[in-house]
């Protein structure tokens, strides 16, 4: 989370991003009421104010963590030379998330000063892509952050049905939903080693296109298949 505000304090502060920020993490449902009317001078200097207030939040909570780290100066095991290939990729792919999503927030400030519904639906879309970048990134971080502490992968799960309510999440997020797993998806497709994790995939997009039906937004998309 705070990595994802001090992105947006020090970007171009799209007020359609910084909503669905709050939307997120924020706890006051009359502000989430009041930002979802729209921007005008009040509400942005508001989102702002609010913003700052949980970014200050989280910043509290981490910084007895880092002088922990500093004063113990250990080295990251995931950073060295023998650590495991599964915490190898899963840094090169947190890095990548990150990289993605700050280029679309850098994108969102070329189409702030444009305000027809065109541009609010690719600004909506860029808020819903940064937003599934981050839900990405925390398991990545989860994965190597456990190594550095126990020296091991984390035991091995089975992959089961997720009880997802996909009917009680908001369009929105299910078409970021889709697209994130079809962006992965194009990543896996000719990698052996991905078969079961390109699997799960496929088979959560197929339930999310289910449940939006005409409200599914990515048509020209054909998600790749496996061969028996």
């Known amino acids: 989370m705070q990595e994802l505000i001090k992105i947006w304090l020090n970007g171009p502060q799209d007020y359609q991003l910084g909503v669905e920020i709050y939307n997120r993490f924020g706890d006051n449902s009359f502000l989430k009421n009041m930002f979802a009317e729209g921007e005008d001078e009040y509400n942005s200097e508001r989102l702002l104010e ?4 949980l970014y200050s939040k ?3 909570l981490i910084k007895p963590q880092i002088v922990a780290k500093t004063i113990q100066e250990i080295p990251k095991r995931s950073e060295q030379k023998d650590a ?3 915490v190898t990729e899963a840094i090169k792919q947190r890095k990548q998330l990150y990289f993605e999503a700050r280029d679309a927030h850098s994108q969102l ?8 519904d065109e541009t609010k639906e690719k600004r909506r879309q860029k808020a819903a892509l940064i937003l599934g970048d981050f839900d990405a990134i925390k398991p990545l971080w989860d994965l190597t952050n456990h190594y550095d502490e126990f020296g091991k992968l984390p035991e ?7 009880k997802k309510e996909y009917s009680m999440m908001p369009e929105k997020d299910l078409n970021a939903l889709w697209e994130k797993n079809y962006k992965y998806a194009q990543k896996w ?9 390109l699997k799960a995939r496929i088979e959560e997009n197929n339930k999310i296109k289910t449940v939006l039906g005409d409200a599914f937004l990515y048509t020209k998309h054909r998600m790749p298949t496996i061969s028996a």
């Open 109 to 116: 400030k070329a189409l702030r000063s444009i305000n027809d």
């Open 58 to 60: 989280t910043d509290e």
């Open 50 to 53: 609010e913003l700052k207030k």
């Open 189 to 197: 497709k000719n990698d052996i080693s991905k078969t079961e994790q």
């Open 84 to 86: 495991p290939v599964e």
């Open 156 to 162: 091995a799960k089975v992959i089961t049905e997720e």
